[in-house]
């Protein structure tokens, strides 16, 4: 036994103190019990630059419903069926589901196999209290992997729910570098848990947009000949058909496969992987969706017919296999700029055994109609009353636990106002290109910006090396250097506020400048935020700075009155169009933390700030010999 345990730590090529055992993907994915001590999971991560629908789809195809290894059983990576450079993890995509329980320690040795690219993998959703140096932002909480290196991420889980890992550098995780990770608690612990009757691996439902082309095409990208970041398709747990925009024909790549027996209801678990900015609405025909948590927080249960999610945002619903058996159609279409080309895809909610209704034909992008639709892009009706109209905002939905009274303090310790925008060098178009300036350039030839302030990362990770401190700054501190920080139009710096730990901290994100269509999912890491309000002003008009004001007096008034009843939790925020989200969080994880709309493309052109939340030595120390980086630029030898 101990000889061969050792041959499996030895396979696993891992060094582990002689009292701990490790276990598989397989094992750690188990029904989590009341009292079971926790595990060690161990999972290995391959990144490469890999081929969708390569040369391995010749001699297999991948299996069309979920597999629970961490290594491809099969290494066709079929996607939509379009020949693509890819970034793969162990050659998959979505990549490797992890599945753990509450409480159990997750180590993931991550091997940097794509030659020329650095990688970080962030694990979003989960709050790394304890393990703030695994966070996977670069230069805030880690360098980046250098490609041919190997980092382990060597966390506990604390915080259950339907969570996922995704690529924290450039553009990187729109090629592929994502994934679930499910924490979940024994049912008994599942204030909801007595609504359904099966919590499965093959319902977890990772969606995600496609491009043809890699990313990078797209950022710095191209202006003159194909501008914006339009995605060509989506993807349901990575795959989907193709409908070639000129033909309208579909290629015969089948549909992804949900099953389920009639008379069960079942737990399923959504992610939104989306790169782009375009919301995703998913409906299932002739189901209602139960929503019993949002982002991984126990909501109080509420059934509507169709739901919208932005980047990075999860949902957990009960369906109800309560129709006559038979197939029905899974839509996921896209919104915002994704709706002039109608992007949709279809997976298929099978019932087993006898069928007794006919599958109908695949319905058209605006055929289906809705009684209830959670999260609208439209949140006119979203601040104050209850919902009456069909349209049930994030805002709306309650907590399923009561509330820490001291969010519901009228003061918070700390008020940020933070408006959105981009900033355009358009105008000075002739200095941007004029010799030696070297802006950082974006095809649109503009920076995003959070209260005039362009994010760029440090030279060296804040939480680990000094040396980052030299880019900090806040509007604050920088009204004199930010007039001529040898850009045109905006700061650009590491965007960063101070905050002291266990503080009530009140976010109000808002979208200073009316763009049509165009609505940014917010992220925070290392805590999740109630939500207090959310709303839109009419549109074709910019959001000044005293409709905020207004805004806030409205939100003190309720605070006063009491009005808030038991709001629910989130880390991921869509901020509707034109519109604004008044947040609050208690600031109880030290360490530093990204804010950031997670639209891959505004995250890397500038739209984050860091919280810096306590001070240096509330952290744990420095893992030894954690990676350093930073420029090099000594004095010249005499
Ligand atoms: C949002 O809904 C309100 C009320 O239903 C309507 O008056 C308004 O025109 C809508 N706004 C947009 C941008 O569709
Ligand atoms: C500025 O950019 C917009 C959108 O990218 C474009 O339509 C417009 O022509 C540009 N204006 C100038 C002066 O380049
Ligand atoms: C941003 O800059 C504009 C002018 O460029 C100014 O009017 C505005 O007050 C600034 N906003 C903030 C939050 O500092
Ligand atoms: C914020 O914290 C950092 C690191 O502790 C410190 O260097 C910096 O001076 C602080 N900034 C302010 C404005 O207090
Ligand atoms: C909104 O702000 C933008 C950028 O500052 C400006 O170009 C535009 O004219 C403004 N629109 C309105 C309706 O005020
Ligand atoms: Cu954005």
Sequence with gaps: MKFFLLCFIYLLGIKASNSIVFSSPKECARNCKDGEPPKYCYVKFILEYYTSNGMACNWCMPNITNQLSTE??????????????????????????IQVCKGDHVIIDL??????LEVTIHWHGVFQNGYQYYDGVPFITQCPIPSGNTFRYDFVVDNEGTHFYHSHISVQMMDGQYGGLIVRVPKSQEPNGFLYDEDLAE?????????????????????RSDIGQ??????????GKYTDPVTKRKNNIPYYVFNVDPGKRYRFRVINGFGTVCLAQLTIEWHSLQIIAMDGENVQAVKVDSVI????????FVLSADQPPGSYWIQVKALGECRTSELQQFAILRYSGQVSRQQTNEPGYSQWRYNWLFNPQNATGCSGAPPNNGRLCVNQMQSFDQVDPRILRVNPDLQLILPFDFVSYNSTL??????????????????????????????????????????LCNPNQLIQECRNPGKYTACSCTHTYNITLDSIVEVVIYDQTWVEDLSHPFHLHGHSFYVFDIGQFTSGNNITSEKIQRVLQRH?????????INPARKDTITVP???????????????????????????????DVIFHVGEPDDLPPIPENFPTCSSFVPDVNV
């Design 230 to 239: 339009t995605p060509d398709n989506i993807l349901i747990n990575g795959r």
């Design 203 to 223: 319902h977890i439902m990772v969606i995600s947009d496609w491009m043809h082309e890699l990313s990078l095409e797209h950022y710095p990208g191209k202006v």
């Design 72 to 97: 491809a059983l099969c290494e066709c990576i079929i996607a939509d069926g379009i020949e693509k450079t890819v970034l793969s993890i162990n050659r998959m995509i979505p990549g490797p589901t």
């Design 111 to 116: 091997e940097n196999a794509a030659e020329g």
């Design 556 to 564: 003190q008034a309720r605070l006063m009155d009491g009005d808030y």
């Design 309 to 316: 999610m932005g980047s990075g945002e999860r949902l957990d």
């Design 577 to 607: 169009i034109n519109g604004f989200a008044t947040i609050r969080f208690i600031a109880n994880n030290p360490g530093w933390w990204m804010m950031h709309c997670h639209f891959l493309w505004h995250t890397v052109s500038g739209m």
């Design 430 to 471: 002739t200095t941007f290109f004029g010799p030696k300036k070297y802006d950082k350039f974006f095809a649109d030839v503009s920076l995003s910006v959070m209260r005039n302030i362009s994010y760029v990362e440090p030279i060296s990770p804040l939480i680990s090396q000094r040396e980052g401190y030299k880019s």
